[in-house]
């Protein structure tokens, strides 16, 4: 079935320890975007890619980078992770066209003890 | 940049109940306007949007009406059941751009 997907779904990491939290779609989207939630809570936008080899910095100031070698794959990396970096991260991915809507993964929750 | 203000941030309903969330948008640009439901522990997903060529859009108990000209757009639930408690956001996109600009959340909450 066609759909974005994100593991894991739960993470509980010490501080100072790198990640990659996962994202991959099967919709052939060339749009793909990571949010920052906590829960019930705005969705701040981190990062967002218009296709391969293209990312961009969003509007939340974010210490977390992004690859995008493979169209179906949005990989996000924090190098060193922080108590503060504690949070849901939404990826989620959009057809080629503006007025085509957002579809969500299920979210990675992430704790840094 | 585009700004989107929605308000309330909460509302609390008795089931049966109409329930209407309000957005406003600052970019006269904006020609894309969705609204998502994101239940308690689960992702946000796409329940109804309208175009700008539009001035209202139904489906079901669920309605969305647009004023281009005052730029606000209006999340309209009518007969509120348990399971439309949620949160709901609205978004925005302007014409230049394939990034939506999200409202801050309405919590719905609809009392058996």
């Known amino acids: 079935e066609a759909d974005i997907y994100q593991t894991p779904r739960y993470l509980v990491i010490g501080t100072g320890k790198k990640i990659t939290l996962e994202c991959s779609q099967t919709?052939?989207?060339?749009?793909m975007y990571w949010y920052q939630q906590d829960p019930g809570m705005e969705l701040h936008l981190i990062h967002y890619?218009?296709?391969?080899?293209?990312?961009e910095k969003g509007d939340l100031s974010s210490e977390s980078t992004v690859s995008r070698i493979r169209t179906e794959h949005f990989p996000l990396t924090l190098e060193s992770a922080r108590p503060s970096h504690t949070s849901q991260y939404l990826c989620?991915?959009?057809?080629?066209?503006?007025?085509?809507?957002?579809?969500f993964g299920n979210g990675t929750r992430l704790t840094v003890t | 940049g585009e700004n989107v203000e929605q308000h309330p941030s909460t509302l609390s309903v008795q089931e049966g109940d109409s329930a209407v969330i309000k957005c406003t948008y600052s970019?006269?640009?904006?020609?894309?306007f969705p609204w998502y439901k994101q239940e308690l522990g689960k992702r946000p997903q796409l329940i109804i949007d309208?175009?700008?060529?539009?001035g209202e859009k139904k489906d079901q108990r669920i309605a969305v009406t647009l004023n281009k000209t005052a730029k606000h757009f209006s999340l309209h639930i009518t007969e509120t059941q348990p399971e439309d408690s949620a949160v709901y956001f609205c978004?925005?996109?302007?014409?230049?751009?394939?990034?939506?600009?999200f409202g801050r959340g309405t919590s719905l909450i609809v009392h058996p």
């Open positions: 970019d006269s640009a904006s020609n894309y």
């Open positions: 309208i175009r700008s060529n539009v």
């Open positions: 989620a991915s959009s057809a080629d066209r503006k007025d085509s809507p957002l579809h």
């Open positions: 890619s218009y296709g391969v080899n293209s990312t």
């Open positions: 978004a925005a996109r302007s014409g230049g751009s394939y990034i939506p600009t």
């Open positions: 919709m052939g989207h060339d749009k």
